[in-house]
């Protein structure tokens, strides 16, 4: 077994606004991985909210974890040994994806078959941060334009309060007009409980499909307050980031949010389809700042999924690898064996 890691920069066409700040350009490490003459690729997208805020953390937390004795060990117990010493989720989601790659390289199966998923069919959302509705007017266009897009996912809970919002959420209406999207809203935690109840009769009446994570991690009790007589399904996301938080929750959402970075890979991502499913929740698949390798490895398991948000590698310039294509809104991996996501030779470094 040899692991090597590469460190890349990834461009973004517009830096993404919400609730808790700005995203612009953002460095990932992708790891190879080597065995048999067969390498898989993973990427891990750093992450503070996910405990390992830097390159130089995520490669010395994975480097503790081979070090620990993998070789022969299955991705569930990796997960395993990894949930033990602590290591961050985006940190093992990277070498998680890798070895999840080379296993359906070795079967020679592409990675959806392996886990026996059909292709995914439900489009994906592409996100709008928070912006003035000058630059909503200006960046729609941009976003939609000579693309099969489908869905719009509106990042709101501006810092600004409620007539930010609105007033943001009414330049989105005028804007997409000419176009036949759907919209959905995305608070980040950015509400307080009463706001919420008050947004989510407000946006249902404009013709919002759902709301994701309308109060802040660690209000999830307020749910309770929410949920009855509610004019939107409710998603989690930040308050939902592994199998075991499902039951938690379960009584007072309609779904919750599952992102590789946040809940370790595509081993967890398994266990909390499962789990929603066991509790008759409806699932969502979205991500952090990826490119194609780490998207192609989520659609590989979107088949399966309600609502898909895999759409980080379209604001990339450029996308520092292959994997994924939009085809009448939906992203879909190439049909090769593995997940069909790999960096670019010219990454090498």
Not at 41 to 69: C, D, F, M, R, Y
Not at 127 to 140: A, F, L, W
Not at 176 to 197: E, H, M, P, Q, S
Not at 298 to 311: E, R, W, Y
Request: with cysteine; glycine share 8%.
């Amino acid at each position: 077994m040899e692991i090597k890691f590469y460190k890349v920069l990834l461009k973004k066409r517009f830096p993404l606004a919400i609730s808790r700040g700005v995203r612009g350009d953002s460095s990932n490490l992708f790891v190879a991985y080597h065995r048999e003459g067969i390498t898989g690729w993973g990427e891990a997208a750093p992450g503070k909210n996910e405990n390992a805020g830097t390159i130089a953390e995520v490669k010395k937390q994975l480097i503790q974890l081979i070090k620990s004795g993998i070789e022969n060990l299955s991705p569930q117990e990796i997960t395993l040994i990894a949930r033990e010493m602590k290591i961050a989720p985006c940190a093992l989601a990277g070498l998680d994806i890798a070895i999840w790659d080379w296993k359906a390289k070795k079967a020679n199966l592409p990675l959806h078959r392996l886990l026996n998923f059909p292709l995914p069919t439900v489009p994906t959302s592409v996100t709008i941060g928070i912006n003035t509705p000058e630059v909503v007017k200006q960046r729609i266009p941009l976003l939609l334009d000579g693309t099969s897009t489908k869905a719009l996912k509106v990042k709101l809970g501006s810092p600004e309060g409620l007539d930010a919002d609105k007033d943001m959420f009414a330049q989105v209406l005028e804007s997409v007009k000419k176009y036949d999207v759907k919209l959905r809203v995305d608070a980040n935690g950015g509400w307080n409980t009463l706001d919420a109840i008050h947004m989510m009769k407000w946006l249902a009446e404009r013709g919002v499909d759902y709301i994701e994570q309308p109060l802040e991690e660690g209000q999830e009790s307020e749910l309770k307050y929410l949920f009855p007589n509610r004019p939107l399904p409710i998603f989690l996301d930040e308050s939902c980031r592994y199998a075991d938080d499902i039951p938690k929750w379960a009584e007072h959402v309609d779904g919750v949010n599952i992102k590789l970075m946040k809940c370790g890979g595509v081993t967890e991502a398994l266990k909390i389809i499962e789990k929603a499913k066991s509790f008759s929740l409806k699932t969502m698949i979205g991500c952090m700042s990826e490119s194609s390798v780490s998207i192609a490895a989520a659609a590989s398991i979107s088949g399966a999924i309600d609502h898909i948000d895999l759409d980080s590698h379209y604001n990339l310039a450029p996308d520092p690898a292959t994997g994924v294509r939009m085809s009448d809104g939906i992203s879909i991996q190439d049909q090769v064996p593995g997940h069909g996501g790999v960096l670019k030779e010219k990454y090498y470094a």
